[in-house]
């Protein structure tokens, strides 16, 4: 099973601060494979980033996704007070698993 | 826009048979794969398994003995059935369409199903 590793588990920044979110793999994943969601509470996921790097429809441009290998990450610029949530990645390439998360909070 | 809602019992009993339907609105379940995924109160995401509008089905491994996910053309809807529940099944339960891109795109607001005596 490949596990996901999301870093850190929180992030406490202020609105207009960069939120940067690590997703390490435990082997390989092909980059196409990797899907970023948002979850607010009491709310399902929502999906944000797919192929790692391309945003869903209907996601600002503030949100981008880069890596490869085993090594992803979702960064948030300028971050707005809707953006505070639960942040998962996931993996298809081998099955699917989902990270742990990592929540941003308001600093 | 699609449209995805979570029906069955919010409470099962240990040992027992969790069964769960989600009903698809504004589109058809043809052309997609549907899934089931469950995330305990308060933790992480768990993949339970998907199905194409086809019947061919993909499981967890981890859940795979005990989950069967089947769908119903007819009437737009797919289920989920987990057997011998235990506690460690209690969990808000999702279904969602698994996008052509990547990803499920489209989820249910979920339903929390609760394992106990």
């Known amino acids: 099973e490949v596990v996901l590793t999301q870093s850190p588990g929180t992030l406490s920044l202020s609105p207009g601060e960069r939120a940067s979110l690590s997703c390490r793999a435990s082997?390989?994943?092909?980059?196409?494979?990797i899907v970023w969601y948002q979850q607010k509470p009491g709310q399902p996921p929502r999906l944000i980033i797919y192929?790692?790097?391309t945003r869903a429809t209907g996601i600002p441009d503030r949100f981008s996704g880069s890596g490869s290998g085993t090594d992803f990450t979702l960064t948030i610029n300028r971050l707005e007070p809707e953006d505070f949530a639960v942040y998962f990645c996931?993996?298809?390439?081998?099955?699917?698993?989902f990270g742990g998360g990592t929540r941003v909070e308001i600093k | 826009q699609v449209q995805l809602q979570e029906s069955g019992p919010g409470l099962v009993i240990p040992s027992e048979t969790l069964s769960l339907t989600c009903i698809v609105s504004?589109?058809?379940?043809?052309?997609?794969?549907w899934g089931w995924i469950r995330q305990s109160p308060g933790k992480g995401l768990e993949w339970i398994g998907y199905?194409?509008?086809?019947?061919?089905?993909d499981y967890s491994p981890s859940l795979k003995s005990r989950v069967t996910i089947s769908v119903d053309t007819s009437k737009n809807q797919f289920s989920l059935q987990l057997t011998s529940v235990t506690a460690a099944d209690t969990a808000f339960y999702y279904c969602?369409?698994?996008?052509?891109?990547?990803?499920?795109?489209?989820w249910g607001q979920g339903t929390l199903v609760s394992v106990s005596s």
């Open positions: 199905i194409y509008h086809s019947g061919s089905t």
């Open positions: 082997q390989t994943i092909t980059s196409t494979y």
């Open positions: 996931q993996q298809y390439g081998s099955s699917i698993t």
């Open positions: 192929g790692a790097s």
């Open positions: 969602a369409r698994w996008s052509h891109y990547g990803g499920f795109d489209h």
């Open positions: 504004g589109g058809s379940v043809s052309g997609y794969y």
